[in-house]
């Protein structure tokens, strides 16, 4: 069994998962405001000055929302090289939605992703209750769908977003399943 160091959630292969601190705001910026980064997630590089951005990262890290929720993905070495997010939490369904950005490009194609994303899918799916976990990806996003893939993830449909092409995507939690009393349980706050 792994040693959980304070403020970490899960150690894998490759990555830690870790509650977000005040200190990952200057990454999470720098990815933001990326164009080559955003057009990963169909979205335009965020505008707001670092100032505004910081404000807005501070009262999110002071009062999370009980419908998102975001980890920090560091190396086993400790850099802080992404996040990854669950969010459009439904408590009765048990299921929600997942996304994970990995910022630092050296970090692509490697596996990192994917430990990060099974690492969470572990914790959700067979800690926490879920039963269902879905994406969205672009069609041309193939290291994505890779990635998603060797989790287990399944496509189930396509949509067309804003003029975006998408895969969706689908993992259904095959073990026994809590029983109906059971309640989705969010990661605890950020102390």
Partial sequence: MTTLVHGEVARGLKVVLRQ???????????????????????ARPLTTTYQE????????????SAYRRSLAIEDLGGRHIGNVMYYNIDSLRREAELGITI???????????????RLLVERLLHEQGYRRLHLKTLTWNERARRCFEKVGFIECGRADRGGNDFVLMELLNDREAPGDD?????????P
Wanted: glycine share 8%.
């Fill in 20 to 42: 977000k601190r005040l200190g990952d705001a200057v990454n999470d910026y720098r990815w933001r405001t990326a164009a080559d980064l955003s057009r990963y997630d169909a």
């Fill in 53 to 64: 951005f910081l404000a807005f990262y501070r009262e999110d890290l002071l009062f999370p």
């Fill in 182 to 190: 059971a309640q989705v349980r969010p990661f605890p706050a950020i």
């Fill in 103 to 117: 910022g630092e490009r050296q970090y692509w194609g490697a596996g990192y992703g994917a430990d990060a994303v």
